[in-house]
Nanobody, 125 residues
């Protein structure tokens, strides 16, 4: 069974950091672009960051620029989202998704085929 599992969310103070992990089981991530998306209460799901299958390229939203970074360890079948300088507006459920995308990874949810259940990130003092 193909499955993505996110972990690493939690409660953090403004200015703090978290590292989210997206681990795959039942399939190898080697041939998949991975995207991180988030959805805050009452808002639409938005793309945050994505990385190509090779790891050679990535794409990110303006909200992530300079604060978040993405990486992948195909040997561990895991993708990471390092989030620094967190702000209250980063509060959301964060999802990872996998898609067989050969071009530069997009931040559009419909391009991804497999989704995790999400992990809650809350930034609050």
């Amino acid at each position: 069974q193909l499955q993505l599992v996110e972990s690493g969310g939690g409660l953090v103070q403004p200015g703090g950091s978290l590292r989210l992990s997206c681990a795959a089981s039942g399939f190898t991530l080697d041939y998949y672009a991975i995207g991180w998306f988030r959805q805050a209460p009452g808002k639409e799901r938005e793309g945050v960051y994505c990385i190509s299958s090779s790891g050679a390229s990535s794409n990110y939203a303006d909200s992530a620029k300079g604060r978040f970074t993405i990486s992948r360890d195909n040997a561990k079948n895991t993708v990471y989202l390092q989030m620094n300088s967190l702000k209250p507006e980063d509060t959301a459920i964060y999802y990872c998704a996998a898609g067989e995308i050969l071009t530069i990874c997009p931040l559009m949810a419909y391009r991804y085929d497999y989704w995790g259940q999400g992990t809650q990130v809350t930034v609050s003092s």
